[in-house]
């Protein structure tokens, strides 16, 4: 779980700014697990799963999020979006 925080919250700094408020949940979810949820305020920066290659500086982060998590995607509103992820309650 500390692995997709940290991975949500670096796309947030990295993607969108450093300094963008959010808003972080992480809530335990019944015969789901344990989901994270990330909500920034540009809807328009999306998340881009890509296959870096091993010269590639970064690219990587949400091939790690994908393995880890059961599974993961992203919630775009008017005004914001929410990337969240849900992984096995143990993994925690």
Request: hydrophobic letters at 40%; proline letters at 4%.
């Amino acid at each position: 779980m500390q692995l997709c925080v940290s991975e949500l919250l670096g796309n947030v700094i990295r993607h969108v700014g450093e300094g963008t408020p959010v808003r972080v949940r992480v809530a335990r979810v019944e015969g789901v697990g344990i989901r994270v949820e990330v909500t920034d305020p540009d809807p328009r920066v999306l998340p881009v799963l890509l296959h870096a290659t091993g010269e590639d500086e970064s690219g990587r982060g949400l091939v790690l999020l994908d393995a880890v998590a059961r599974r993961w995607g992203v919630e775009q509103g008017a005004a914001s979006k929410t990337v969240w992820c849900e992984v096995e309650a143990g993994e925690e």
